[in-house]
């Protein structure tokens, strides 16, 4: 009887020591995690680092800006602060949908540049493992490499949105 319990004890702590080393290994894998806000563009699902984002807004009264580029919508009135708002659909050539009462905006801030990016809805937070990210995009996306950090897995295509703030495309500095 010894004997057996002995034996049924080993076979436990043989499975524990699998359970520990798994957990170990994944650990190990797993890397660098950042959070981010989720959102879709055209049917597809797209991610900025939270760590830009200020908030996320309905969109209100847009007035359009004459002689900017397709991409920006317009500006709105954000509590007293004048916002771009940029249409990154039209930035990256995807099919559009409209806009429709799902509209957010999120407010995104590198350095003293805020833009507002007009998103079809918000489906919420998440993590990402950046290191788990595919670097280079399927076909079927338009999208500038330089604009994206990679695609999970799950396919949702992560932002790198300093890279679009720093993009001399996105800047307007001219004068009529």
């Known amino acids: 009887r010894t004997m057996v319990n002995q ?14 080393q798994k957990t170990i290994n994944e650990t190990e894998v ?19 680092d939270s760590t830009y984002i200020s908030e996320a807004i309905r969109i209100m009264d847009l007035t ?4 900017t580029p397709s991409f920006i919508l317009g500006i709105i009135n954000k ?11 039209k930035f990256f050539n995807l099919p559009e949908k409209g806009i429709t009462n799902l509209n957010r905006v999120i407010v995104v801030k590198h350095n003293e540049i805020e833009i507002g990016i007009l998103t079809d809805e918000i489906i919420g937070n998440t993590t990402v493992n950046i ?3 595919q670097k280079e995009l399927p076909a079927l996306n338009k ?3 330089n604009y994206v950090m990679g695609i999970s897995k799950e396919r949702l ?15 307007i500095n001219e004068e009529i």
């Not at 034996?7 to 520990?20: G, M, V």
């Not at 359009?64 to 002689?67: F, T, V």
């Open 79 to 89: 509590r007293g602060q004048i916002l771009s708002v940029v249409d990154i659909k």
């Open 157 to 171: 295509i992560v932002l790198d949105i300093k890279e679009m703030l720093l993009d001399e495309k996105i800047i």
């Open 131 to 133: 290191q788990s990210l």
């Open 7 to 20: 034996t049924y004890r080993d076979k436990i702590l043989k499975e524990r020591a699998k359970i520990l």
């Open 143 to 145: 999208i500038a490499n």
């Open 30 to 48: 797993a890397g660098e995690q950042i959070e981010v806000l989720e959102f879709l563009l055209s049917g597809e699902k797209y991610a900025i």
């Open 64 to 67: 359009p800006l004459p002689c």
